[in-house]
């Protein structure tokens, strides 16, 4: 049924992606869905369902776009004035039921459907897949479970007919993710509200925009890292092999489990086996920290690690492979110096393992005789709409005519970013692994210049070898990445301190600006209100970063401006999957009155900006997209620049938007700010957001650099 599914969608959408082909595909696949079930009943036992039974008619539907469009043309077609008012009522009401979930658990939400009415479906034949795949055996555990949520009752279902529903559902939106905006299954009811609230919603979907991300419903975090979640593999190899450039052995699964359950330290003990992906990942620090003498600790341990890597002996093909588990970022939040550390690391990765499990592949390259355009390449495992890939493509589409661009996806997890990519590049190759004779093919390409927009397992393993004469990482990932193979780190003129250039291993390049070409986001903010977040009417102090950026060295700044303003701050979980009671302890520990969220979609998320008073930034690694979401709507960052890059963002964006007034210019100062409403308020008085988005000045001067290269 998935398959089925999936190529009905394809099928209808690859002749034009739009809402009356989505319309079609969507009634090809119920069709395909009830003749499915239909076959599935025979021979198993009568359900129990009748008309006027509507239990199950209180639980939130997971729906793809398509299933939306089908519901409200129906709604449009058949539905009278009158009852499309009625409608209107219902759905504010589910709304106002759902929002304090945020897209998150909704499967303990009991509410009724928005198109119930006196106990039936009012669009019964053009109802949702999942409510197709329903059919219990009794009625009165539906009963049960409509009004004890909290005991997870599970009715007995006909066998097999929820499994072809859900299949139905994931071949769906597998179809569609290649076509639209990447938001996955949506809450139906808060999606449908839009679609009839917004007549053009639907239509601006196919166009890539995002309007139903309010309506987004979150999947459940999942504490397994991507590196285990596939097949078990582990290459072992004879004289002459090459490496495969993988390594997914499941046997790490209770280090992986420690870690994110915030023991560490039990997750590097249980780091015993013989292939090297034991020692790449003991290189390994906490996302969180209980005091700053932990922290110190860890950095201790990282450099130990290190050495003891470097002091190993394993066969470097089987090394190659475990560098798809190595990261670096719990490190770079650390914020502190990495240069050092960092680069010896590189050196070892360069030198003692991919230099020796593919040496042709890391011999310098000659710069080619230029005869006629220059070949930028672009390549990363994140060209998606990730934070990592996604910002680059503001430069790759705004070249000069005299470059030629080529993007490299490392990944088979593609969704509509990555087709803005392949659509904007004048050429595009997919890659799902590091095996070496994809690094051939790049190599073979003769690019002048290769950029690493971030790095990652899989960035470190190709950025490691040597594919093109010139060769760059940027500001998805910053801070040094160490490698001698990489030759330039492309940064921001006004993020970084006069000293940066003793911060990185590669040679450093200001760009004018904040460095970024950033396309504005249209997603929406949704309805939600302070109430929905459990919170009163007075001035709202918000801190909304990455939990990681919460080091313990600046909770005394949290600490005060509670003292100084007699208000909580309020603080958002995020969607990373860490053990946040840490970071929570801490914080009591500290004496800062917090008010937690739970993780929040972009929309929610949003709307929980546009509420706010102030934002009140991390001064070690400050905000880079929710600085610029804040001051797009107008909200006042406080923001106190750090000592590295990574720290200065917000810097640059207050400059460029025109409110130097926020950035304070000590500790002391960042209280008095936060405090003072004149004083933020005198700062926004020049404000000019749009000065953030579509800066062409920084790929203007990228593309001076590259034509002045040998």
């Known amino acids: 049924m998935l398959d089925l599914a999936r190529s009905l969608i394809v099928g209808e959408l690859r002749q034009g992606a739009t809402p009356s082909r989505a319309l079609t595909a969507i009634r090809q696949v119920d069709s395909a869905l009830d003749d499915s079930i239909a076959a599935n009943r025979e021979g198993k036992p009568k359900e129990a369902c009748v008309p006027g039974c509507c239990h199950c008619c209180h639980l939130v539907v997971h729906a793809t776009v398509a299933e939306v469009v089908q519901a409200a043309d129906t709604i449009l077609q058949t539905f009278s004035p009158e009852d499309r008012l009625e409608l209107e009522g219902r759905l504010y009401a589910y709304e106002r039921a759902v929002a304090p979930w945020f897209g998150t658990n909704l499967g303990r939400v009991r509410t009724p459907c928005p198109l119930l009415k006196d106990g039936l479906c009012t669009i019964y034949e053009a109802r949702p897949l999942r409510c197709r795949g329903v059919n219990s055996l009794d009625a009165s555990e539906c009963e049960r479970q409509k009004r004890h949520p909290e005991l997870e009752v599970s009715p007995p279902r006909v066998p097999g007919q929820m499994e072809l529903a859900r299949a139905a559902i994931q071949g769906a939106a597998a179809g569609l993710a290649a076509f639209t905006s990447n938001v996955g299954t949506l809450d139906f009811g808060r999606a449908l509200a839009i679609a009839l609230a917004q007549p053009d919603a639907v239509q601006e979907h196919f166009e890539g925009n995002n309007p139903f991300n309010p309506a987004r419903a979150l999947p459940t975090i999942s504490r397994r890292p991507k590196v285990a979640d596939r097949e078990v593999f582990y290459a072992t190899y004879e004289p002459g092999d090459e490496p495969v450039g993988r390594c997914s052995p499941t046997d790490l699964m209770p280090h992986y489990e420690k870690y994110m359950a915030g023991d560490t330290m039990g997750a590097v003990q249980v780091l015993t086996g013989r292939h090297p992906i034991n020692l790449i990942r003991k290189i390994v620090a906490p996302m969180l920290y209980r005091d700053e003498d932990e922290l110190l600790f860890w950095r201790a341990h990282v450099r130990d690690a290190i050495k003891e890597l470097g002091e190993a002996r394993f066969d470097p093909r089987e090394a190659y492979d475990a560098l798809e588990g190595l990261s670096t970022l719990e490190i770079a939040y650390q914020q502190c110096d990495d240069r050092e550390m960092v680069s010896e690391l590189g050196r070892i990765?360069?030198?003692?393992?991919?230099?020796?499990?593919v040496p042709d592949l890391c011999k310098p390259i000659e710069p080619r005789k230029r005869d006629g355009k220059i070949r930028v390449g672009y390549i990363t495992e994140n060209l998606t709409f990730n934070n990592g890939g996604s910002w680059a493509l503001g430069w790759l589409?705004?070249?000069?005519?005299?470059?030629?661009?080529?993007?490299?996806?490392?990944?088979?997890?593609?969704?509509?970013?990555?087709?803005?990519?392949?659509?904007?590049?004048?050429?595009?190759?997919?890659?799902a692994d590091a095996n070496p004779a994809n690094a051939r093919q790049i190599k073979d390409l003769e690019l002048d210049v290769l950029i690493y927009p971030d790095m990652s397992g899989r960035n470190y393993q190709y950025a490691s070898m040597r594919l093109a004469p010139a060769q760059c990482t940027a500001w998805g990932h910053p801070v040094t990445c160490g490698l001698h193979t990489i030759d330039y780190y492309l940064s921001s003129d006004l993020m970084e301190p006069p000293n940066g250039e003793d911060h990185y291993s590669e040679r450093l390049v200001r760009l004018p600006g904040s460095a970024l070409c950033y396309s504005r986001d249209n997603t929406p903010a949704s309805r939600v209100i302070k109430a929905d977040f459990g919170l009163d009417d007075g001035p709202l102090y918000l801190s909304c970063q990455n939990p990681m950026k919460y080091v313990p060295r600046w909770d005394s700044l949290y600490r005060e401006v509670n003292l100084r303003t007699g208000r909580p701050i309020v603080f958002v979980e995020g969607m990373v999957p860490m053990e946040k009671s840490i970071l929570k302890d801490r914080f009591a520990r500290a004496g800062i009155n917090a008010i937690w969220t739970p993780a929040l979609g972009t929309s929610d998320f949003l709307a929980l900006i546009k509420l706010a008073d102030v934002c009140l930034d991390t001064p070690g690694w400050s905000g880079g997209n929710t600085t610029i979401q804040a001051l797009s709507a107008g909200i006042p960052v406080v923001t106190l620049p750090g000592e590295f890059m990574r720290g200065r963002h917000s810097l640059a964006f207050c400059q460029i938007a025109g409110a130097p007034g926020l950035v304070a210019a000590s500790p002391e100062d960042y209280v008095e700010l936060a405090a003072s409403p004149e004083r933020r308020s005198s700062a926004l008085a020049n404000l000019d957001a749009d000065a953030l988005f579509e800066d062409k000045r920084p790929v203007v001067a990228l593309d001076e650099f590259f034509r002045y290269l040998p």
């Open 349 to 357: 990765i360069c030198d003692k393992i991919t230099g020796q499990a």
């Open 397 to 431: 589409r705004n070249h000069g005519e005299d470059i030629e661009t080529t993007a490299i996806c490392l990944s088979d997890r593609t969704d509509l970013r990555t087709q803005q990519f392949r659509e904007s590049a004048h050429r595009f190759l997919l890659f």
